[in-house]
């Protein structure tokens, strides 16, 4: 819609857009979608004036308001939006201000009305920004046509814009995820941003804010530090002491108190998450070395491990022997078998064959009962026994693919960057959400991603503002450490990636759904429907109409198989 009379132009998208602030919009509108019960469903209204408008505000009628959440896409820097040799799979490759942030909008309910009006903003001149309005959609919810009718006033009640956005429910519910996904959780984080101490009760608030914001975006693994997490931790350096295991070191001798872990694994069960990873064992890119540890030895707290701890020895291996034992006690006793999964190093390379064998030598018969995971992207450490449950990166899994590995899990981090699904900001939304669709075909079991709440530079050398520094300190490329900021209120804010990446789930859940329905081999037709080579990790449509055709079909024929009408 164009208001002649104001300058001021709206467009409803798919949530698949990125809006540029500097920028011309280049996607179709998208007025109508459909959706599943027990599915959140998201798009945009893009807005632009000709001139400085002040006091503007927004306002939603709808049937079902109590369902809706509007939000404003925000903008942040970006001075590494991608290496020198990316693929031609980006939106842009300049530094500038990126949407990303979903920074919360108030609105109060207009008594007598089926209306909600927000809160004043500032719409300024000749810039393109978004609303991001979400509907969740309930187990419960009559199937139906629900219009969403968004006007946009000036302070004096002159309107200034209205769109309307007709979603379609489908009565049929979304199937509870199966895949395993973590992004990793990094408690020091919180305790460093927010000025507080490690597990005072201010701390431990934090935490449960942020795991519940995990745990609804499809997030229900958590890394748990038993030690402070040996990861991107400069050689020598240190991170925060996050230890949930207690220790007292008695000569060789020592003894385990699990009362923090208890309540970590309490707290995170009653937030929804149903898996635990346990931080690893041995320090990254090696296992040469032994995470932090800090023991009561005489009843002083003293460092016993470290970097100063040759991980081979005979001292760290008979603390391990001893420690496992307990640990894998206290889970059994609490019902967590099935559950818990270990690590032993994080991203070895082939010249670390050797020492990461010799760790995985060492805890291999205490953890006989439980999968050990790690990130590594070389086939031989699974040839060789090494490592029991390989997470290839989704540019190396063809390998392990090919090799009929079963139960595979995959992730990506900065360096997955070429022709493969990611999420960096300068990527178009369709390669962060085209994951759910691979991971289908492929039936991959888990999905790791290192970066939930990562606010330091590499190594953590230093803290940094995520709203200002998105790279890492010029590490990585923005996009690839963090998926949330720090609200003010400690509350997350949410950011469009994560948001979309929900979708690729929510996507995986639909396909399996209908797989249940009319069979795979007819599903996996319709996933490779209108492409020119078959679907893989490295060859995968860059359309987002594709997408979201593909996921209209899908909604289509569930609804057909359930006998529904139309």
Same mark, same amino acid.
């Given at each position: 819609?164009?208001?002649?009379?104001?300058?001021?132009?709206?467009?409803?998208?798919?949530?698949? &857009?990125?809006? *540029?602030?500097?920028?011309?919009?280049?996607?179709?509108?998208?007025?109508?979608?459909?959706?599943?019960?027990?599915?959140? *469903?998201?798009?945009?209204?893009?807005?632009?004036?000709?001139?400085?408008?002040?006091?503007?505000?927004?306002?939603?009628?709808?049937?079902?308001?109590?369902?809706?959440?509007?939000?404003?896409?925000?903008?942040?820097?970006?001075?590494?939006?991608?290496?020198?040799?990316?693929?031609?799979?980006?939106?842009?490759?300049?530094?500038?201000?990126?949407?990303?942030?979903?920074?919360?909008?108030?609105?109060?309910?207009?008594?007598?009305?089926?209306?909600?009006? &927000?809160?004043?903003?500032?719409?300024?001149?000749?810039?393109?920004?978004?609303? %991001?309005?979400?509907?969740?959609?309930?187990?419960?919810?009559?199937?139906?046509?629900?219009?969403?009718?968004?006007?946009?006033?000036?302070? @004096?009640?002159?309107?200034?814009?209205?769109?309307?956005?007709?979603?379609?429910?489908?009565?049929?519910?979304?199937? !509870?995820?199966?895949?395993? #996904?973590?992004?990793?959780?990094?408690?020091?984080?919180?305790?460093?941003?927010?000025?507080?101490?490690?597990?005072?009760?201010?701390?431990?608030?934090?935490?449960?804010?942020?795991?519940?914001? +995990?745990?609804?975006?499809?997030?229900?693994?958590?890394?748990?530090?038993?030690?402070?997490?040996?990861?991107? @931790?400069?050689?020598?350096?240190?991170?925060?002491?996050?230890?949930?295991?207690?220790?007292?070191?008695?000569?060789?001798?020592?003894?385990?108190?699990?009362?923090?872990?208890?309540? %970590?694994?309490?707290?995170?069960?009653?937030?929804?998450?149903?898996?635990?990873?346990?931080?690893?064992?041995?320090?990254?890119?090696?296992?040469?070395?032994?995470?932090?540890?800090?023991?009561?030895?005489?009843?002083?707290?003293?460092?016993? *491990?470290?970097?100063?701890?040759?991980? +081979?020895?005979?001292?760290? +291996?008979?603390?391990?022997?001893?420690?496992?034992?307990?640990?894998?006690?206290?889970?059994?006793? #609490?019902?967590?078998?099935?559950?818990?999964?270990?690590?032993?190093?994080?991203?070895?390379?082939?010249?670390?064959? !050797?020492?990461?064998?010799?760790?995985?030598?060492?805890?291999?018969?205490?953890?006989?009962?439980?999968?050990?995971?790690?990130?590594?992207?070389?086939?031989?450490?699974?040839?060789?026994?090494?490592?029991?449950?390989?997470?290839? &990166?989704?540019?190396?899994?063809?390998?392990?693919?090919?090799?009929?590995?079963?139960?595979?899990?995959?992730?990506?981090?900065?360096?997955?960057?070429?022709?493969?699904?990611?999420?960096?900001?300068?990527?178009?939304?369709?390669?962060?959400?085209?994951?759910?669709?691979?991971?289908?075909?492929?039936?991959?079991?888990?999905?790791?991603? %290192?970066?939930?709440?990562?606010?330091?530079?590499?190594?953590?050398?230093?803290?940094?503002?995520?709203?200002?520094? @998105?790279?890492?300190?010029?590490?990585?490329?923005?996009?690839?450490?963090?998926?949330?900021?720090?609200?003010?209120?400690?509350?997350?804010?949410?950011?469009?990636?994560?948001?979309? *990446?929900?979708?690729?789930?929510?996507?995986?859940?639909?396909?399996?759904?209908?797989?249940?329905?009319?069979?795979?081999?007819?599903?996996?037709?319709?996933?490779? !429907?209108?492409?020119?080579?078959?679907?893989?990790?490295?060859?995968?449509?860059?359309?987002?109409?594709?997408?979201?055709?593909?996921?209209?079909?899908?909604?289509?024929?569930?609804?057909? +198989?359930?006998?529904?009408?139309?």
């Amino acid at each position: 819609m164009q208001n002649s009379n104001t300058g001021f132009e709206t467009v409803l998208l798919s949530s698949l &857009s990125k809006v *540029f602030a500097d920028g011309e919009l280049e996607d179709k509108p998208c007025t109508s979608g459909t959706a599943l019960r027990k599915e959140v *469903f998201s798009f945009q209204l893009a807005y632009r004036s000709a001139r400085l408008l002040k006091q503007v505000t927004v306002r939603l009628v709808s049937d079902i308001l109590p369902n809706i959440s509007v939000r404003t896409v925000g903008l942040v820097p970006s001075e590494l939006p991608c290496y020198h040799d990316h693929d031609d799979n980006v939106l842009r490759s300049s530094p500038g201000l990126y949407p990303d942030p979903l920074l919360p909008l108030r609105f109060t309910a207009i008594e007598g009305s089926a209306s909600f009006v &927000s809160e004043a903003m500032n719409v300024y001149p000749a810039q393109w920004r978004s609303l %991001w309005i979400s509907v969740d959609v309930t187990e419960d919810m009559p199937q139906g046509s629900y219009p969403i009718r968004l006007t946009m006033e000036a302070e @004096t009640g002159e309107q200034l814009a209205e769109e309307t956005f007709d979603l379609t429910v489908i009565g049929a519910a979304l199937p !509870e995820q199966r895949l395993i #996904h973590t992004e990793w959780f990094h408690t020091d984080c919180l305790a460093t941003h927010y000025k507080v101490d490690v597990f005072n009760e201010e701390h431990w608030s934090l935490i449960e804010r942020y795991v519940q914001t +995990a745990v609804r975006h499809g997030i229900n693994m958590i890394l748990t530090p038993l030690f402070t997490p040996p990861l991107d @931790t400069a050689v020598g350096g240190e991170r925060p002491t996050v230890q949930l295991v207690d220790v007292q070191k008695d000569g060789d001798t020592y003894t385990f108190g699990f009362a923090r872990l208890l309540r %970590w694994v309490e707290l995170c069960r009653s937030s929804g998450v149903k898996y635990f990873e346990f931080s690893h064992l041995f320090t990254q890119w090696g296992a040469k070395h032994a995470p932090k540890i800090i023991a009561a030895v005489d009843g002083e707290a003293k460092q016993i *491990f470290g970097w100063e701890t040759d991980a +081979a020895g005979e001292a760290y +291996a008979a603390f391990l022997r001893q420690l496992l034992p307990e640990l894998t006690g206290f889970i059994r006793e #609490h019902g967590l078998e099935g559950s818990c999964y270990f690590h032993v190093s994080d991203e070895p390379h082939l010249d670390h064959l !050797e020492s990461y064998g010799k760790a995985s030598a060492l805890v291999r018969d205490l953890l006989a009962d439980f999968p050990v995971i790690d990130a590594l992207s070389d086939y031989a450490f699974y040839e060789k026994g090494l490592v029991r449950k390989p997470v290839p &990166s989704n540019d190396h899994i063809g390998t392990f693919i090919e090799n009929g590995v079963p139960d595979l899990w995959t992730y990506y981090c900065c360096l997955q960057y070429k022709q493969v699904s990611n999420r960096f900001f300068n990527m178009p939304s369709v390669r962060n959400r085209m994951m759910g669709w691979q991971l289908y075909k492929y039936n991959i079991e888990g999905f790791l991603h %290192w970066g939930y709440n990562f606010w330091y530079t590499q190594h953590s050398l230093k803290q940094i503002d995520p709203y200002r520094v @998105t790279d890492a300190g010029g590490a990585f490329p923005s996009g690839d450490s963090f998926l949330v900021y720090p609200g003010e209120d400690g509350y997350p804010v949410e950011s469009v990636r994560l948001s979309v *990446f929900r979708e690729a789930l929510q996507d995986l859940r639909a396909l399996q759904l209908l797989e249940r329905l009319i069979g795979r081999e007819r599903t996996l037709a319709l996933v490779e !429907e209108e492409l020119l080579a078959p679907l893989t990790f490295t060859e995968a449509p860059a359309d987002l109409s594709w997408l979201l055709r593909r996921r209209a079909r899908v909604n289509a024929l569930i609804r057909e +198989a359930a006998g529904q009408a139309v």
